[in-house]
């Protein structure tokens, strides 16, 4: 079991001793305040009285039962016939998990079985006000490799696996242990079910995961309630068995001797399980295509989510599955379950993401700069301005030919490349461009004439027009101030 990181012992323990029971359990009138000496708590005049009334000796022997389902835990004792009756019960502060056995540390899970409780066991020094060990593991639960430590019984109002009571409830609870260990008593039992195993309960939880388990238990949940006295337990073949005769000794994890129940107790549970039986099938029928919904720890939180207001942090109440659980159409829970299991799959893997960027980042500390751009950006240049020209270049006789660019030809035969040919003018109708030719020569001498080169152009029909333009002529030198 794991116990709170958050504060020191010492705070643990200041904080806790102001848990109340108001709102749980208001038949119980201790006022933690007055009391001097915990371990030395002397129980209520009412419940002596109680005692008497029931014909119960204050140091007679006890055994404790829990029921998850319903919260709460019962105080039986023995009247002067041996016979178990019960004396109080208690509202359980708060249980973690869900109903079904412990099976490993850190699962949360109260346990579920037969507990012997010796002196030993009993804590007064716990950080949870008082503390009664449970034994976990037991002889069943380590021959079914089951394992956890320090499942307790305790104050505070606080589970991580444990069962908890308030304060003034663990201190009612711990002097009768006391007081029967006074008495004599060799060791306490502790039997722990989910719920009470009734013909309707069973048949509710008959789909649960663990409804072989807890027909087991139910075989001695049934003689006690028939017998009214605690069941003889032992282990064999990993197994509970209860109020055996034996052959031999027994071996949790080996063969069972050649066993056999009493005569006396297997008359009265034949009669037992005909009535049981029939109320089982009645049961069947009343939740023919209806499943019951288990609801989580954090459901149960919810229903009592109210009691927590103006109370320690430490005060943490859980609430019973009666409460918050439902029947529903299977159908309907399948669909449920599919819902929670996607969402905590979503949940899962956002605290995957959310690690591995702490992990790459350092905790926040460094955050990684991004990488350049691999694809190269254009390079922008700026415009060439031409040289200006002075005011007597106006005048110069060897003022450059505007030179025009030649004109794109189309010509029918070009290839379908995409590309466009440049040619000379002389090439598009030498017949009447030749003069025009010479002519240029004669004016343009001296000058250097540009090389032309040519590419294939583009498919067009044969009705393409061709299109020519002449260069335009030198402007005279005395028209550069008329029009």
Request: proline content about 8%; glycine content about 6%.
């Amino acid at each position: 079991m794991r116990f709170w990181n958050l504060f020191a012992s010492a705070a643990i323990v200041a904080a806790l001793t102001g848990c109340t029971n108001e709102a749980l359990d208001a038949t119980t009138s201790v006022d933690i305040k007055s009391v001097k000496n915990k371990t030395e708590y002397q129980v209520s005049a009412p419940m002596v009285k109680k005692m008497s009334e029931l014909g119960m000796q204050k140091q007679a022997p006890i055994a404790l039962r829990i029921f998850k389902e319903e919260g709460t835990l019962e105080v039986w004792k023995a009247n002067t016939a041996n016979r178990f009756q019960l004396l109080k019960t208690y509202k359980i502060c708060a249980w973690s998990g869900k109903l079904g056995p412990k099976v490993k540390e850190g699962d949360r899970q109260a346990p579920e079985g037969f507990y012997p409780l010796f002196p030993r066991q009993m804590n007064p020094n716990s950080n949870y006000y008082l503390a009664i060990n449970t034994g976990y593991p037991n002889a069943y639960d380590k021959a079914n490799g089951r394992q956890g430590t320090h499942l307790m019984i305790h104050g505070a109002c606080s589970s991580s696996g444990c069962y908890s009571m308030t304060d003034e409830q663990m201190i009612e609870i711990f002097a009768l242990a006391r007081d029967s260990f006074k008495g004599g008593q060799e060791s306490v039992q502790l039997q722990a079910f989910p719920f009470r195993m009734t013909a309707e309960n069973m048949a509710r939880h008959r789909d649960n995961p663990n409804i072989d388990f807890w027909k087991m238990l139910k075989v001695g949940y049934d003689q006690f309630e028939v017998t009214k006295r605690p069941p003889e337990v032992n282990v064999c073949e990993k197994k509970y068995v209860f109020n055996q005769q034996a052959s031999g000794p027994f071996n949790p994890g080996g063969q069972c001797p050649a066993m056999s129940t009493p005569p006396a107790l297997q008359v009265a549970m034949s009669s037992f399980e005909k009535s049981y039986q029939t109320d089982y099938d009645k049961a069947m029928k009343k939740y023919d295509g209806m499943v019951w919904y288990e609801p989580s720890e954090a459901e149960r939180k919810a229903i009592v989510a109210k009691q927590r207001v103006g109370r320690e942090l430490a005060y943490a109440p859980t609430g019973n599955s009666l409460d918050a659980g439902k029947m529903m159409k299977a159908s309907d829970l399948e669909k449920k379950i599919a819902d929670q299991k996607e969402a905590e799959e979503t949940k899962q893997a956002v605290e995957i993401q959310k690690k591995e960027l702490e992990k790459a980042t350092d905790g926040g500390k460094h955050v990684p700069v991004p990488a350049a751009n691999p694809v190269p950006q254009p390079v922008m240049q700026a415009a060439v301005e031409e040289p200006k020209k002075s005011f007597w270049s106006l005048f110069s006789k060897s003022e450059p030919e505007l030179q025009m660019p030649a004109p794109v030809v189309i010509t029918p035969d070009q290839p379908a490349s995409g590309q466009q040919a440049v040619v000379p003018p002389q090439a598009q109708e030498p017949a009447k461009t030749s003069k025009q030719t010479r002519a240029t020569a004669t004016t343009a001498a001296g000058q250097q004439t540009a090389a032309v080169a040519t590419a294939p152009a583009p498919d067009v029909t044969p009705e393409t027009p061709v299109i020519t333009e002449e260069p335009p002529k030198k402007r005279p030198f005395w028209k550069i101030w008329g029009n």
